[in-house]
């Protein structure tokens, strides 16, 4: 009887959207643009509408839309320090004239979607007013406003909160009748803990953010890049169509990373089959970082219908490099050499299919940066890869 109570008492409490069949993409402007409200000082860089609006005209004009770029997200910071007399949210008037529900119709106009920043508790991080006590109505708020998106924190509150409060958001979220995605923080909060129940989290979350927030510098990318490598047994058989593993936002048109170094950002997310968020300007962006960004063939990786997260499988003792490997619907593999070391010229290397864990004697292989076929190769793939995080990237088609 209780097994049969736990079994139903799932069933209505999981999120129940249909969205995230493959990875969300598109623009979030927490690491780039943060907590800025001075539109005063900084009309450029703040937060207001005008910024979001900028950007989603960018992504339609530019031809990010065109590859599957489609959510403009608010992060932290969008609201007044005190909610209204009726108890409701209240959007920063100087930054949201028209409000967040007006920026919605405006951004769905051109047929994209918006998402919003929220915490489970008694504050924000930025310390606005958290949901907590107030769960129903800021969900109905939010679905009242047109949201697609929201991404909840958890700050201020106690972890022991989560495995009833990130689901009764859930319950919420289902019972306003709009699919609305999902991305929690919970996990995030949880790493020095010995268990995740990472179970009970994809049952509840579209997305959810395992790591601290990403810098813009290579170190914090490499950080994360290290963390996915060693913990993916406990990560990767929890993603799939629906429930994806966030490592956090793509820095590609930042500041931190190298024309390389970008390369295998976007290469690596795609293998860990992370959402594309990008956090960036694409109001002053370099063409081969756009190029990067628009990889069709890189994103074709992240897009597969399979959802089946790539992993490391092999890493040298000194960890000077590392292969990953991961499957792909059409019985192809995307493969990744990725160097990390700093020592001088480009390198050769060299990875047999057994090492891989592709099983086949030859295979047809191609560059997915050069947008090249390399031909047939036999018993193993051989590749320059220069230093200091740089990669190669491969779609690898077995002959049977």
């Not at 799932?10 to 999120?15: C, D, E, F, K």
């Not at 709009?178 to 268990?195: E, M």
């Not at 979350?205 to 490598?229: E, H, K, M, P, T």
């Not at 593999?333 to 047999?352: E, M, Q, S």
Request: a negative charge; glycine letters at 10%.
């Amino acid at each position: 009887m209780l097994l049969l109570l736990a079994l139903v008492v799932g069933t209505v409490s999981a999120l129940d959207n249909g969205l995230a069949l493959t990875p969300p993409m598109g623009w979030l402007n927490w690491e780039r643009y943060r907590c800025n409200t001075d539109c005063k000082k900084d009309p450029y860089n703040c937060i207001s509408a005008d910024l979001f609006l900028s950007m989603a005209q960018h992504i339609v004009t530019d031809g990010y839309a065109d590859v599957g770029y489609e959510y403009v997200n608010i992060d932290d910071c969008w609201m007044e320090r005190s909610r209204g007399p009726d108890g409701k949210l209240v959007p920063n008037p100087d930054l949201f004239p028209n409000g967040v529900d007006g920026l919605a119709k405006q951004i769905h106009a051109m047929g994209l979607k918006i998402g919003i920043y929220e915490d489970y508790g008694t504050k924000t991080c930025g310390g606005f007013p958290g949901t907590k006590g107030h769960v129903e109505d800021d969900i109905n708020l939010f679905a009242e406003w047109g949201i697609d998106s929201l991404k909840l924190d958890g700050c201020y509150d106690n972890v022991t909160d989560f495995p009833t409060g990130y689901p009764l958001v859930t319950k919420a979220l289902n019972a306003t009748g709009r699919p609305i995605l999902y991305s929690c923080s919970w996990p995030a909060y949880l790493r020095n803990k010995d268990t995740i129940p990472y179970g009970d989290i994809a049952a509840n979350c579209n997305l959810w953010r395992n790591y601290g927030d990403i810098q813009d510098s290579w170190g914090s990318v490499q950080a994360i890049i290290n963390w996915f490598g060693d913990n993916h047994g406990d990560l990767a058989s929890f993603a799939g169509p629906g429930n994806w593993n966030d490592p956090d936002m793509l820095l590609i048109g930042d500041y931190g990373l190298s024309e390389e170094q970008s390369k295998t950002q976007m290469a690596l997310w795609a293998m860990m089959a992370a959402p594309l968020y990008m956090s960036n300007d694409l109001r002053n962006i370099k063409q081969w970082q756009k190029d990067i960004l628009m990889n069709q063939e890189v994103i074709n990786v992240n897009q597969d219908p399979l959802g089946k997260a790539g992993r490391r499988v092999l890493q040298d003792p000194k960890k000077h490099w590392e292969y990953w490997t991961r499957p792909l619907a059409d019985g192809s593999y995307a493969v990744v050499f990725y160097r990390k070391d700093a020592g001088g010229l480009p390198r050769n290397y060299k990875a047999t299919f057994a090492q891989l864990k592709i099983e086949t004697k030859s295979a047809h292989v191609r560059d997915l940066y050069l947008h090249r076929d390399l031909g047939v190769m036999t018993g193993a793939i051989q590749a320059v890869v220069p230093p200091s995080g740089s990669c190669r990237m491969f779609k690898v088609t077995p002959i049977h």
